[in-house]
């Protein structure tokens, strides 16, 4: 059974850093189009960066650039997400989820039309002073 599970959040101070771990089992990450979303309290699900399996190329939204990098490593069939310099504005749950076809060639931020499934469980960052 294709399965997700993430892991790594926590409470953090504005500036800090966390890495989130986003675990794959029942299927090798090398052949999904994976990303990460993240929905913060009564707001929609954002998506955050995305890599595409078929070239690796990456998409990075817009407010999270330059601070957010996805790394995914097919030894350990993970997926993580590097975050530096986190803001109370990156406090929400995150989530890893599988792009499905037939949208997995191209890589997508968009996390509320149905886009993605085999969600996992998402692990709660929060970034407060």
């Known amino acids: 059974q294709l399965q997700l599970v993430e892991s790594g959040g926590g409470l953090v101070q504005p500036g800090a850093s966390l890495t989130l771990s986003c675990a794959a089992s029942?299927?090798?990450?090398?052949?999904?189009?994976i990303g990460w979303i993240r929905q913060a309290p009564g707001k929609e699900r954002e998506g955050v960066s995305c890599?595409?399996?078929?070239?690796?190329?990456?998409t990075t939204a817009d407010s999270v650039k330059g601070r957010f990098t996805i790394v995914r490593t097919t030894a350990l069939n993970t997926v993580y997400l590097q975050m530096n310099n986190l803001t109370p504005e990156d406090t929400a749950v995150y989530y890893c989820?599988?792009?499905?076809?037939?949208?997995?060639?191209?890589?997508?931020?968009?996390?509320?039309?149905?886009?993605?499934?085999?969600w996992g469980q998402g692990t709660q960052v929060t970034v407060s002073s």
């Open positions: 989820a599988v792009v499905r076809t037939p949208y997995s060639s191209i890589c997508t931020l968009e996390a509320n039309k149905g886009h993605y499934w085999r």
């Open positions: 029942g299927f090798s990450l090398e052949f999904y189009t």
């Open positions: 890599i595409n399996n078929y070239d690796g190329s990456i």
